[in-house]
């Protein structure tokens, strides 16, 4: 087989990248409501879910999406959801219902500008607190954030992994300018890739426990059908699946699904480091605007600053642990956001100690290299 | 109407015993109408294995649980939302809604008139009580006019949703109402509804005893149930006597009924040919 | 041979679709009468200008019939009860014209506080009260004998035996009457009242009013005055008797001597049917009795046998006479007469050959079908006692339709002793204090008004906590539709005041009242229990009128789905005579159906059906 | 016997009876109460008037136009004393409904009276009162060739059916008065007239004709015999009773099942829970068991199958 049978090199937009990613994750559900600057993944889905057997429906809002999408996935199908910032907040609700019931699914947030309706075309980072709390109550959640279509690419068919693997929601924080912006993406041969299936339960149907607690954090699924006749609900339950408040039986299962990612930080943490081991200034940046810092922290390398870029691919759960040890040297810690201040909190908390700086923009621009190169410039000048 | 006998229907068959007694509130209606349910598919010979029950939040919400089946307790308003996905992907599971008036009609309104606009095959079981019972008794869209609730110290002035009617706008393709008491008939209308290829929307008009029923004086659990007669007026039974015996004017049975496309279907069958013809273009 | 008149006619009224009598061809003056037309004609004859009722079966046709003679012959009128009937006729006699009060025996009761007064004052115009008894009871509480309180009050009581008789005797017991000065019991049966003959009649006979007669000793009854009057009345029996002696109302019928039957009414037409030859004694009164003919008679007999219905009342008179007669050793003291029981009785007595008879022996291995009465079609009291049912009361009934709701498939009423007596009793139950149950009067309007006035008011004085509920259909049901004060019309069918039950109810005191109709089970359930849970006094109205009378309502038939029926029988629980079994069963069970030709389409068993399988014909047709 | 020797048989007992001065004519009409036996009644009491023959005619009202058993004793002759027949002196029984005639059989002349009989089964509510599986109604199961086996006169017709094929089923009476004419001994244009003068002037040919068809049915009875009609209810082996299953635990006395139950056989006790107080009386209607919200109560009923 030739290179080019297994990598087909393709110009695409991040949003059909996203699509196409999916589908290649073994997604065979879409359930979407148009909202920009998400559109185009719902329209690339509609066109190729047919192909490939699945299902695209566009629903009557963002609550209905997630809501099928969900239903989609307790059948035992991949499903996905996309939309932007107001209808992410829609779909908070039924993302906490996922993550109680621990029903896998994939939700790609392409991130737009501003609060309330704000500028629909527009891009920023502002959801990435959303994506961590936005929903009610204690959450369990992973957001990946990529920086390029191609990671779109590669994090959209991680996200799957990881929601399957895990049973949490995943969600997938697109820039608009990315979801946006065709690049030149290689997409491997569908054999290649890795694609992980939810466990399937297959003990006994007698003494079968769809919650239960025994080691492993990720309980199998029972497949509707199958013949477990389990029960999926949204409160508080026991390991047999029906609800209680007993806090004998409340806390052990709190402790199993809030602390099942922390459990598995190998399967979790993605990011990346970039002249770290003796960077002074550390500049923590995600999605687009790791893209400009990347140039940034080369140009203050190039001045001779001791400058750094660590970058979060998996941004929740805060790969903390990698970000402590980037700072190990750093005496100011840079984070530039599209949004008024978000990510900088979590900087802060994890580089306690360490003087944290800002780069803020909430114009509906992107950060620009030059712009963290300066504020670079300028941390340096002084110390 | 079926008029097969009951004897082989060992309800118990169908229930997760052993979270029995269950929390509902004596004389709360919803037991019965899940009876019914059960009896129905039992009538028509679905496997629990194959069933899936989705129900939202409330009192309706919880009737599901007690369901040996795949049970699903979703959020509140978005059954038809979690059961339009499931069923998309597993056309093979029959799927049944179980929700109630707030829950299907008021934060799930708009997922009822658009789960009836597709047609997509799934039953929709509303249980009406005309009140939140859950949250302790606040007004619902189909509290009844002056009756008192918690929100409506003064009696009920809004207007009311007549359900099925809505449904039927919608454009439900098949639509049915019955009352409790007729636990017969109520079996049948299911039956007819899970048999319906599309989607079925079945009103069932359920007592709230403990908490509606108390606050409007509507008598005990008997009389509640009784009193369901006086609610429902089919048209045919008019000028029966010289003056009118019921108050209400419900219609009970199968109200609307159309052949349409069942949407899954309709969709692959949609798809499997245009895509024919893409191929066959495409050479 | 003519055509008879038919507005004069009371006779053979050709009850069919068309209302029209037929007109045979006989003699003018010999018509088929009931013995009530007949009681009725004889008052007519007698030149009666006033008479009232309270209706009774079997008495009620003798003021329906008076009422068919002109106005200006008769003042005609139901009363709301049998006390003020009786005073009503009584007041008509101080105005100096002859009066006829009817009543069934246990109305009697009632205007018994009336008689034993007026037996003192005597009479200004003829007063006679016609009083039928119902041995057997085919509708009555009791078989109570009236001869006995005839000879309580002292007033002579006389026994027709067929309907010619009953016209003659109410003719001539306005003489007695007035010629005795005594208020006279005329004595009918239900067998005599219901039963139809030739009658022949003859013309009325207007007696000129006498007026008022200004004498208080006689006429206030006051103890001064009484005491001067009592002597009078014991004086006025031997008088009586000396009439007796030379009275064609005693007839001997000579025969054979070796036994000599004492007989009355229409007891004597069973012993001329078995024992034709026989030496009779036909007592046309039954009291006074005629002692001189009858120790004549007596005397020329070797035995004596007295056959009587109800009371050895006869015998008894006889025995004190020191006559050796015998009567209930061989005829029952319990029941109706017929020729077989009188056949038996003197083949007991050694009179006739052959052996007795069991009569209730079934020949051809016949069970009989028990069909006993029940609540019509479409009747609103079922819905009633559903509810009281459904509510687990002590009911305390009354006199009506709705008694029968006492008996299976209601079998809602625990205590029914008279007219009225239903609210007393409740109070007495309510103060007894030992009732766990909801204490529950039921009184239908006509019985309210009768006499359940003054305990409702007693309830409400005395604070007892019960429900009256009262069953206002709108006329007295059970005699067959009879007007009354609460009905607004009277018995002639000429408009009047309609008594307000509910503004006379509220003003004896009771706080709560509700009407309401009780074809809506619902509603109507619901106005029970609220009623039930007020304390002190509460009362229902269920104002559905009588669904035969005086209209009968029709409204589309129903049938049953046979497929939806689960034979749960729930409906024959009404009781409903429109309701069977069917052909088809569920798990073994007869499903129903509904016999269109007596559905009334009062969807009762449609409101009770809980497989919703009860619809109306015509609907069915539609779909 | 053969018919027209019977109809003969009767015409001479009729002739002695006028003779004979002493004896009268009795008919005993019967019925359920709405059916028009006073009216039936009353017309041969009119024919009797008319041919100035003593008539005694005897019923009871009251509560018995209530659904209930309803009969008129019809005597006639040159003088009639008591108003009603005695026992084993009907000469005519004419019954407008099946078992009512069956009811006062005892009453018939057992040599020479005539039983006739509408096959027509009016079955009240008292006689379906065995609602448990497999229970029979309370109604006669005599046959009308069971009788005729015993009183070979038997007249049993199906004169509802007869006078809707004449087109007017409610002229069912007068097929019948046509029958009876046969035994009594009065002029046929004498019943036409009368019957003429009493119904609704539209229904006079209608009922001309169920006249005649009546006698004529009576005269010379057909072959195969209506009276057929009147068949036993096929008996069905009777199943075990049901039996009622009381889940206490999960009873919360809501009450339903205690007042919806036909037959009244549930109580709620002393601690709020329903318990079968008669347990022979449940029929296993369900009604319970489907109106229970809680699932409590389950009907067993044993079916014969089962049983073996």
Same mark, same amino acid.
């Given at each position: ?107 790609? =947030? ?16 502002? =959801? ?42 995943? +969600? ?110 550390? +500049? ?48 100011? +810690? ?27 923009? +909430? ?21 | 109407? *079926?008029?097969? #006998? ?5 309800? $118990? ?104 606009? $597709? ?20 007004? *619902? ?31 439900? *393709? ?35 005893? #403990?908490?509606?029923? $108390? ?69 | ?82 006390? @003020? ?18 009543? /069934? ?153 070796? @036994? ?176 766990? /149950? ?152 007869? /499903? ?15 409101? @009770? ?15 | ?46 024919? %009797? ?21 309803? !009969?008129?004793?019809?005597? !006639? ?37 005539? !039983? ?46 007869? &006078? &809707? ?45 169920? !006249? ?41 006395? %809501? ?54």
């Amino acid at each position: 087989m030739s290179a080019s049978a297994q990598t087909q090199m393709r110009n695409l937009q991040g949003n059909h990248a996203c699509a196409l990613a999916a589908v290649a994750a073994g997604c065979r559900f879409y359930a979407g409501y148009p909202i920009t600057p998400s559109s185009e993944i719902a329209e690339r889905m509609a066109g190729e879910l047919p192909q490939v057997g699945g299902v695209f429906i566009q629903m009557e809002d963002e609550i209905a999406s997630i809501g099928a999408v969900l239903g989609a996935s307790i059948g035992g199908v991949k499903a996905m959801t996309a939309t932007s910032g107001p209808g992410f907040s829609l779909k908070q609700e039924n993302l906490g219902y996922a993550m109680g019931a621990e029903i896998p699914c994939v939700v790609i =947030d392409v991130m737009r500008g501003g609060p309330s309706t704000g500028m629909p075309t527009r891009p920023s980072q502002g =959801d990435v607190m959303q994506a961590r709390w936005g929903s009610h109550g204690d959450t369990v959640v992973i957001a990946l954030v990529p920086d390029s279509v191609a990671e779109i690419y590669s994090q959209t068919i991680r996200a799957f992994n990881l929601s399957e693997q895990l049973r949490v929601p995943v +969600v997938v924080l697109i820039d608009e300018i990315i979801g946006h912006l065709v690049e030149t993406v290689a997409v491997p041969a569908p054999e290649s890739l890795t694609l992980i299936d939810r466990k399937w339960a297959d003990s006994p149907v007698d003494t079968f426990k769809p919650y239960a607690i025994n080691g492993d954090d990720v309980p199998p699924m029972p497949r509707p059908g199958a013949g477990y006749r389990t029960h999926t609900t949204g409160l508080t339950h026991g390991e047999d699946g029906f609800p209680t408040q007993d806090p004998v039986l409340v806390a052990p299962m709190m402790d199993r699904i809030l602390g099942k990612l922390e459990r598995h930080r190998d399967l979790v943490d993605c990011f990346e480091a970039i002249d770290c081991e003796d960077a002074e200034i550390l +500049v923590v940046a995600y999605g687009i605007t790791a893209r400009a810092a990347r140039r940034a922290v080369r140009r203050a390398r190039e001045q001779g600053l001791r400058a750094g870029l660590f970058r979060p691919v998996t941004l929740w759960p805060f790969p903390e642990q990698a970000l402590r040890s980037a700072a190990a040297s750093a005496k100011t +810690v840079l984070v530039p956001e599209m949004n008024a201040g978000q990510l900088c909190w979590e900087v802060e908390r994890v580089c306690a100690g360490t003087p944290i700086a800002r780069l803020n923009r +909430v114009d509906g621009e992107v950060i620009t290299p030059q712009q963290i190169e300066q504020q670079i410039m300028d941390l340096a000048a002084h110390e | 109407m *079926s008029s097969a #006998e009951h004897s082989d229907f060992e309800i $118990r068959d169908y229930l997760r015993t052993d979270l029995f007694p269950h929390f509902m509130c004596p004389g709360c209606g919803h037991g019965i109408a899940l009876r019914a349910l059960l009896w129905a598919l039992h009538e028509l010979g679905i496997s629990m294995d194959k069933l899936a029950l989705v129900s939202g939040i409330g009192c309706s919400g919880r009737t599901a649980a007690y369901v040996d089946t795949n049970t699903m307790h979703v959020t509140h308003g978005r059954p038809l939302a979690f059961a339009t996905g499931l069923k998309l992907a597993r056309p093979d599971l029959e799927v049944v809604v179980i929700t109630g008036d707030g829950d299907c009609l008021a934060i799930g309104g708009n997922h009822l008139i658009h789960a009836c606009r $597709r047609n997509l095959d799934l039953t929709c079981v509303m249980l009406n009580n005309e009140v939140y019972g859950m949250t302790g008794g606040q007004v *619902s869209p189909t509290t009844s006019n002056d009756r008192f609730t918690t929100t409506t110290p003064l009696g009920n002035h809004e207007p009311v949703f007549d359900a099925c009617e809505l449904a039927a706008a919608a454009g439900a *393709s098949l639509v049915g109402r019955e009352i409790t008491l007729q636990t017969p008939s109520l079996k049948d209308l299911f039956r007819a509804a899970l048999s319906h290829r599309g989607f079925s929307f079945v009103e069932v008009i359920s007592d709230c005893t #403990e908490i509606f029923g $108390r606050k409007n004086d509507l008598g005990n659990s008997t009389e509640m149930i009784l009193k369901q007669k006086s609610a429902i007026r089919p048209e045919s039974y008019g000028n029966v006597v010289d003056q009118p015996f019921r108050p209400g004017n419900w219609s009970t049975g199968i109200l609307a009924r159309n052949e349409r496309p069942e949407y899954g279907t309709n969709y692959r069958e949609h798809i499997a040919a245009k895509l024919a013809v893409a191929v066959k273009g495409h050479r | 041979m003519a055509q008879l008149d038919n507005s004069s006619s009371v006779a053979v009224a050709f009850e069919t679709e068309s209302d029209g009598p037929i007109a045979p061809e006989a003699p003018a003056n010999v018509l088929a009468l009931m013995g009530n037309d007949a009681i009725a004609r004889g008052a007519w004859e007698a030149g009666v200008r006033v008479a009232a009722a309270y209706p009774g079966t079997p008495s009620t046709e003798i003021l329906e019939a008076v009422a068919t003679y002109p106005a200006e012959d008769i003042q005609a009128q139901w009363s709301p009860n049998e006390k @003020v009937a009786c005073d009503v006729a009584i007041g008509a006699s101080f105005g100096g014209v002859r009066a006829l009060v009817a009543m /069934k025996h246990v109305g009697l009761n009632v205007a018994s506080d009336s008689l034993m007064s007026q037996t003192y004052i005597g009479v200004n115009g003829g007063l006679v009260l016609v009083v039928c008894d119902d041995p057997g009871m085919h509708s009555s509480q009791n078989e109570q004998d009236t001869r006995l309180l005839g000879r309580f009050a002292q007033v002579p009581v006389l026994e027709p035996a067929d309907a010619q008789e009953a016209l003659d005797f109410t003719r001539i017991a306005f003489d007695l009457s007035e010629q005795f000065d005594s208020p006279v019991i005329v004595r009918s049966t239900t067998r005599l009242s219901h039963c139809r003959s030739l009658v022949r009649i003859g013309e009325r006979r207007e007696v000129p009013p006498r007026g008022f007669c200004e004498d208080p000793v006689k006429n206030v009854m006051i103890p001064g005055h009484a005491r001067q009057r009592h002597p009078v009345v014991l004086a006025r029996d031997g008088a009586v008797q000396k009439y007796l002696a030379t009275s064609d109302l005693i007839r001997w019928e000579r025969g054979e001597t070796s @036994v000599g039957v004492i007989t009355l009414g229409p007891a004597y037409t069973y012993v001329k049917e078995v024992l034709p030859g026989a030496s009779v004694l036909k007592l046309g009164v039954s009291y006074p009795l005629a002692e001189k003919v009858v120790r004549e008679f007596c005397d020329a007999v070797e035995r004596v046998i007295v056959v009587e219905e109800l009371e050895p009342f006869i015998e008894h008179e006889l025995h004190a006479l020191g006559i050796e007669a015998q009567g209930k050793a061989f005829f029952p003291r319990i029941g109706e007469f017929s020729p077989e029981i009188v056949r038996n009785g003197f083949r007991q007595a050694g009179v006739l050959p052959g052996s007795v008879e069991n009569l209730a022996d079934a020949e051809l291995g016949i069970e009989p079908l028990a069909r006993p009465p029940v609540l019509c079609a479409g009747c609103p009291h079922i819905t009633t006692y559903m509810a009281m049912r459904a509510l687990d009361a002590r009911v305390s009934g009354d006199i009506g339709c709705y008694t029968l709701a006492a008996v299976e498939p209601l079998k809602a009423i625990d205590t029914c002793v008279a007219m009225g007596s239903s609210i007393g009793v409740a109070v007495g139950l309510a103060k007894a204090g030992t009732e766990t /149950k909801p204490i529950v009067a039921t009184i239908g309007d006509s019985t309210f008004l009768h006499s359940g006035i003054p305990p409702l008011m007693d309830a409400v004085y005395n604070q007892a906590d019960i429900t009256v509920l009262l069953l206002d259909n709108q006329t007295i049901a059970m005699t067959g539709g009879q007007n009354h004060p609460g009905t607004g019309i009277t018995l002639r069918g000429e408009p009047t005041y309609r008594v307000d039950f509910e503004e006379l109810i509220r003003s004896l005191g009771v706080q709560s009242i509700k009407a309401v109709d009780s074809y809506n089970v619902g509603a109507f359930y619901q106005a029970c229990r609220d009623a039930i849970e007020y304390r002190g006094v509460s009362v229902v109205i269920s104002n559905r009128p009588c669904v035969l009378d005086p209209v009968k309502i029709k409204g589309p038939s129903l049938q049953v789905e046979a497929a939806g029926c689960t034979a749960c029988q729930a409906c024959m629980n009404l009781g409903c005579p429109a309701l069977t079994w069917g052909e088809q069963r569920y798990e073994g069970r007869y /499903k129903v159906t509904v016999d269109e030709a007596l559905c009334m389409g009062c969807t009762l068993c449609v409101q @009770v059906c809980p497989s919703d399988c009860i619809r109306p014909v015509v609907a069915q047709a539609h779909q | 016997m053969s018919r027209s020797s019977h109809s003969t048989a009767v015409a001479e007992h009729h002739d002695n009876a006028l003779r004979d001065s002493a004896v009268a004519t009795n008919v005993l009409v019967v019925g359920v109460g709405g059916q028009g036996v006073i009216m039936v009644s009353k017309v041969i009491a009119l024919l %009797c008037q008319q041919h100035q023959l003593q008539v005694k005619q005897s019923e009871v009202h009251g509560m018995a136009k209530r659904g209930g058993v309803v !009969f008129s004793h019809v005597r !006639f002759g040159e003088q009639v004393y008591s108003p009603t027949i005695p026992t084993g002196e009907a000469d005519v029984i004419l019954a407008l409904e099946w078992a009512e005639g069956l009811r006062w059989l005892r009453y018939l002349n057992p040599h020479t009276g005539t !039983f006739i009989a509408d096959t027509q089964q009016i079955v009240p509510p008292f006689a379906c009162c065995n609602r448990q599986p497999g229970g029979l109604s309370g109604y006669d199961q005599l046959t009308a060739n069971e009788i005729r086996s015993q009183l070979p006169g038997t007249l049993a017709l199906d004169a509802g059916g007869i &006078a &809707a094929e004449l087109g007017n089923s409610k002229a069912a009476n007068t097929v019948l008065l046509g029958a009876l004419s046969t035994a009594l001994e009065f002029p046929v244009e004498d019943w036409q007239s009368l019957i003429a003068a009493a119904v609704p002037p539209q229904t006079v040919e209608v009922n001309r004709r169920a !006249f005649t068809t009546g006698r004529e049915w009576a005269l010379n009875p057909p072959a195969s015999n209506a009276a057929e009609s009147v068949t036993p209810v096929v008996l069905e082996p009777v199943r075990a009773p049901a039996e009622l299953e009381i889940t206490e635990a999960w009873c919360k006395g %809501c009450d339903i099942c205690v007042k919806v139950c036909p037959e009244r056989c549930l109580l709620l006790n002393e601690r709020e829970v329903v318990e079968i107080s008669d347990p022979a009386a449940c029929t296993g209607c369900r009604l319970c068991e489907w109106l229970c919200p809680d699932f409590a109560i389950r009907i067993h009923i044993q079916t014969v199958e089962a049983q073996v």
